[in-house]
């Protein structure tokens, strides 16, 4: 069983950047993908990035595209999301969990407590 632990979260500008940690345990953390998601005030979940367990491949949602980048440390177990030119809208607790690996856009579970982002203009 993979348990997570997200960190890094803040306040922070628009424009401003933000660099997100989520610390694994768990055998499975060393061989599947892992994605983020978050869920903004009033809003349903959503996906933002994803990535294969080398590090080779990475998906992102439009919304974060060219402003995010989703890297591993498998050595570490850990996976990062730097979030740059930050807005507003990207306001939302921030979750990482696997993902499916027929399915990078979908979440496998389990989920950690999230970590807090604000975004003010």
């Known amino acids: 069983q993979v348990q997570l632990v997200e960190s890094g979260g803040g306040s922070v500008q628009a424009g401003g950047s933000l660099r997100l940690s989520c610390a694994a345990s768990g055998r499975a953390f060393s061989t599947g993908p892992m994605g983020w998601f978050r869920q903004g005030p009033g809003k349903e979940r959503e996906f933002v990035a994803s990535?294969?367990?080398?590090?080779?491949?990475?998906y992102y949602a439009d919304s974060v595209k060219g402003r995010f980048t989703i890297s591993r440390d498998n050595a570490k177990n850990t996976v990062y999301l730097q979030m740059n030119s930050l807005k507003p809208e990207d306001t939302a607790v921030y979750y990482c969990?696997?993902?499916?690996?027929?399915?990078?856009?979908?979440?496998?579970?389990?989920w950690g407590q999230g970590t807090q982002v604000t975004v003010s203009s």
């Open positions: 990535i294969n367990w080398s590090g080779g491949r990475a």
């Open positions: 969990t696997a993902v499916l690996p027929q399915n990078y856009y979908s979440p496998s579970g389990p």
